[in-house]
């Protein structure tokens, strides 16, 4: 499933839905609107053909411009609406930033720096929008929301991370914890997992390789390029120590989702054999 529109061919939904059957996983989130089925009844379906329930799905929106979101937020509660009439009330709206749309943000992916983040007028513009939009999908779906952190988009680094909590309500926002973006970010994912474990509602697998983070750094990739050279490789390849993020979540009886995630572009192999050895690394540490 594409997070964004870059050159080549995507898979069919029924054949990503059979690779993450056939691999060992039993959820999925829902993907771009449009992507899989967006009748309730058929998208039911679908996942009950693999015995796969539905996790949640990613909702980016532009928090910086405030005429984004009113739309924003009619795009949160459509999909919200649809998770909650396959799945009920579990399903999470992930919400983000609409990240690699500022040039800046995108250029220096991985490197950010203080004076590139947002002002206090585009903080508090920032944070009045995620709970307007956190607020209808509550009150008109009945879901959760939780922000994800992410690079190329306006909250990345840590600190960025810990403002976005300060100003949102932690009864209507909850965090999205992405190990490999909060590496990528400049943080590290145990202590961050650790700060953040009380808002923390959903949770993402995602590792970060330190030769590519130090060649980006050094050449000065965008975050595309990052993409391209595999920033985000194999978990237990990168820098992520997920044996300790894993007994930090054990410890505080996390029970709820864990995504894995890879980001594979054309190219780069197959997913399916990437999935397969995720979820193998991942059985070695008991999950």
Known sequence: MLEFDLPGKALGYGQVLDEIRDTGYVGTEFGDWGFMPTEPGALR?????????????????????????????????????????????????????????NPVRTRKAGRISVSDGLSATQWATFAEGVEQVARAVRDQAGLRCVFHHHAAGFVETPDEIARL??????????????????????????????????????????????????????????????????????????????AAVITELRRTNYADWIVVEQDVLPGMGAPKEFAQRNRDYLRALGI
Do not use: M
Not at 46 to 65: K, N, T, W
Not at 79 to 100: M, Y
Not at 196 to 216: E, L, N, W, Y
């Open 165 to 242: 909590l300060e100003l949102t309500d932690p009864k209507l926002v909850g965090l999205c914890f992405d190990t490999g973006h909060y590496c990528f970010g400049g943080g590290d994912p145990p202590a961050g997992l650790r700060r953040h474990r009380d808002r923390t509602g959903h949770v993402h697998f995602k590792d970060c390789s330190p030769a590519v983070h130090q060649r980006s750094r050094a050449e000065g990739w965008d975050y595309f390029g990052s993409l391209k050279h595999g920033i985000f490789c194999e978990l237990g390849k990168g820098d992520v120590d997920f």
């Open 45 to 101: 379906r679908e996942l009950d053909a693999r015995q796969l329930a539905l996790v949640g799905a990613f909702v980016p929106v532009a928090f910086v411009d405030k005429q984004a979101h009113a739309p924003g937020a009619e795009v949160a509660v459509r999909t919200a609406k649809l998770l909650a009439a396959v799945e009920g009330r579990s399903p999470f709206i992930v919400l983000a930033d609409d990240n690699g749309k």
